[in-house]
């Protein structure tokens, strides 16, 4: 995923929205990128529960 995706649904197979994408990792230019991983949100308990209400 290019620039832009950041905010946007990490979703299952089944249409479980399970986290939100969040950014890459790049070398010391700020430009480059160091890696290919997707990273996502960390949820707390309140996120899991608005996540869970939405995906029922």
Known sequence: MGRGASGGP???TEAQII?????????G???SRKNDDL????????????INEINK
């Open 39 to 50: 990273l996502g949100s960390e949820h707390g308990d309140q996120a899991v529960a608005v």
């Open 29 to 31: 230019d700020g430009v």
């Open 10 to 12: 990490i979703a299952t």
């Open 19 to 27: 986290s939100a994408n969040s950014h890459y990792e790049t070398e």
